[in-house]
């Protein structure tokens, strides 16, 4: 089966510094792909990067990066100089050779300091 | 552009009673999907369709029916409402993808459902 797993419930971070959230998946699949989407308050998805499991370049997009270690099974999220906008839910999720493995997980709510 | 629009944004059910929710896509999407996010939690995959006339089930479909008619429509069917129905629902579509594809999925603004 596949998963997700999102180990930081909660995360502050202040104000044009660095963050981290975590994610750690597993599959039996060869070929995958991983996303991170943000949340905010309102209610509506948004897709922020992407990583193939073929990538061997780390995905960036803008303030966004994904450090992606395949052997490790992780695919930390990265924001680098943090803005009061970035108050979000960050979920993870992964999709499977087969368009139903679709998986997501269960989300950090980060809070930026001023 | 459009995107993916759901109707209705709110509604609030009895126990028994039915409705369905609608989702619309204007990208010539093949794939769509319906989702669940219940309070502080992730999404969980109810149903999918990968075109017009096939649809599958996803990790919660129990008391949920979909049906795909055209490639823009993909329309979630709740029977018998019941107070563990009570949650957000999303819809989303993307291009024909699996694998290694970077297409994500793109998302509904929701609709928000409440069983008392």
């Known amino acids: 089966a596949q998963k997700i797993t999102q180990t930081q419930p909660g995360m502050f971070v202040q104000e044009k510094e660095a963050v981290t959230l975590d994610c750690t998946y597993d599959?039996?699949?060869?070929?995958?792909?991983l996303f991170w989407y943000k949340q905010p308050s309102s209610g509506e998805m948004i897709f922020l990067i992407y990583q193939g499991s073929y990538d061997e370049q780390n995905a960036t997009e803008g303030r966004y990066s994904l450090n992606f270690q395949k052997a490790r099974k992780s695919a930390n999220l990265v924001i680098s100089a943090s803005q009061l906008g970035d108050s979000a839910m960050y979920f993870c999720a992964m999709r499977g050779l087969n368009a139903g493995k679709s998986t997501f997980g269960d989300g950090t709510t980060l809070t930026v300091k001023p | 552009n459009a995107g993916v629009t759901q109707t209705p944004k709110f509604r609030i059910l009895k126990i028994g009673q039915s409705m369905t929710l609608q989702c619309a896509q204007d990208?010539?999407?093949?794939?769509m999907y319906w989702y669940r996010q219940d309070p502080g939690m992730g999404l969980k995959l109810i149903y999918y369709s990968v075109g017009a006339g096939i649809t599958d089930k996803g990790e919660v479909p129990n008391g949920y029916n979909v049906s795909r008619s055209t490639t823009e429509d993909f329309p979630l069917r709740l029977e018998l409402a019941a107070p563990s129905q009570t949650s957000v629902y999303f819809c989303?579509?993307?291009?024909?993808?699996?694998?290694?594809?970077?297409?994500?999925?793109?998302f509904g603004d929701g609709t928000r459902l409440s069983i008392l």
């Open positions: 989303a579509s993307s291009q024909k993808t699996g694998g290694t594809s970077n297409q994500p999925q793109h």
């Open positions: 599959t039996s699949d060869q070929s995958y792909g």
């Open positions: 990208m010539n999407h093949n794939y």
